[in-house]
């Protein structure tokens, strides 16, 4: 094949995300230079931060630019090296993004080890994903047996693992998705203790006062909005609050106002600390090998949607703002040969 389809970013979006916003193009097949290899595509992962890098806003990360590749995690085969330390045939993992190949630097991959689990992993349970809810929850969160733990967007991919790593340290935990067969995943496959789902709750403020008796300890925050009001409301004396995400406000035109946490953080002597995962890529390795001892040992499970075709890269993507996924969302671009 000596065509390269690429997904460029065509438009930036106003609201949600439209199919008009991106761009099908075809490029030569890319050339690495020295220290770089050829790395065919095999899956892509869609995630709800790339919304925050199409605005042109300032933030955590450069912006997305337009007629450029979206940059996000994949997984590939070599198909052609010549540095000592990728063979042709390696299964490797990076942030080349929305493209059929790409020349990619060595020291911007890293080694799959398909006995450790499935190659997909690497992009969800034992990659940004699993290792986002980790340090989130070991650094920040820190549960204990005994306390209570909630988590909104429970079902998705970084909730469903902080989730089940309070299960592990013995905390009590409580799960907010958004429809009643998320709710009965979490409950009867993962151990989640009590699932709310937002959609259908009358009162979110009361139904985590009833959730959660004992008030909260731990809010892993990935939704933001008015359920992230509603759980601040009832947290404890020294409660831990890890900032993941807001994927309630991705899509708005305006700034999000609504209530004023101050005075609870102040008064409970509360934290509230954002994180981004970049802070901790030191730290990769050893989260990595925790995350895949606890699966191998059954105590950590994880789901992935897998939508087939890089044609439909977009729509995975879109989808991720409706709901559609549970678990982590993939593309398969194509199988290792």
């Known amino acids: ?64 630019a337009l007629n450029e590749v979206i940059k996000g995690g ?11 330390n990728l063979r042709k045939g390696d299964l490797v993992t990076g942030m080349w993004g929305w493209q059929q190949y790409a020349a990619v630097n060595t020291t911007d991959l890293s080694l799959i080890d398909s006995d450790e689990a499935p190659i ?24 204990k047996d005994g ?16 989730g089940q790593i309070g299960k592990i340290v013995g905390a009590r935990v409580v799960g907010i998705a958004g429809s009643d067969d998320k709710c ?48 601040l409301r009832h947290i404890n004396r020294n409660a831990r609050i890890p900032l993941c995400g807001q994927i309630s406000s991705y899509n708005l035109e305006k700034p999000d106002i609504g209530m004023r946490p101050q005075t609870l953080l102040l008064t409970n002597t509360a934290l509230m600390k954002g994180f981004l995962l970049g802070d901790y890529t030191k730290s990769f390795k050893e989260g990595r090998a925790k995350l895949a001892k606890w699966i191998q040992e059954g105590k950590l499970q994880y789901e992935e949607n897998i939508v087939n075709g890089f044609e439909r890269t977009p729509e995975a993507f879109i989808g991720l703002f409706s709901g559609d996924n549970l678990g982590k969302q993939l593309v398969k671009v194509a199988d290792p040969q």
Not at 14 to 21: A, I
Not at 24 to 52: C, H, I, N, W
Not at 74 to 84: N, T
Not at 130 to 142: P, Q, S, V
């Open 120 to 143: 997909t992993a690497y992009l969800g349970a034992l990659g940004l994903t699993g290792l986002t809810a980790y340090f989130g929850m070991e650094d920040i969160g820190k549960p």
């Open 1 to 64: 094949m000596s065509v390269n389809k690429q997904i460029v970013l065509a438009s930036r979006p106003e609201g949600t995300p439209s199919k008009e916003n991106f761009e099908f193009v075809e490029k030569s097949l890319p050339e690495p230079e020295a220290g770089q290899v050829l790395v065919r595509t095999l899956y892509l992962s869609v995630d709800p931060y790339m919304r925050g890098r199409m605005k042109d806003t300032k933030s955590y990360a450069p912006p997305y």
């Open 147 to 162: 306390e209570t733990v909630v988590v909104s967007g429970a079902a998705g991919a970084v909730g469903m693992i902080a």
């Open 74 to 84: 994949a997984i590939g085969q070599v198909v052609e090296s010549s540095e000592p």
């Open 184 to 231: 009965a995943y979490l409950r009867e496959k993962l151990g989640f203790d009590v699932v709310l789902n937002y959609k259908t709750e009358q009162d979110m403020s009361a139904a985590i006062e009833k959730a959660c008796p004992d008030g909260v300890d731990v809010y892993f925050d990935n939704v933001g909005g008015d359920i992230s009001d509603a759980v």
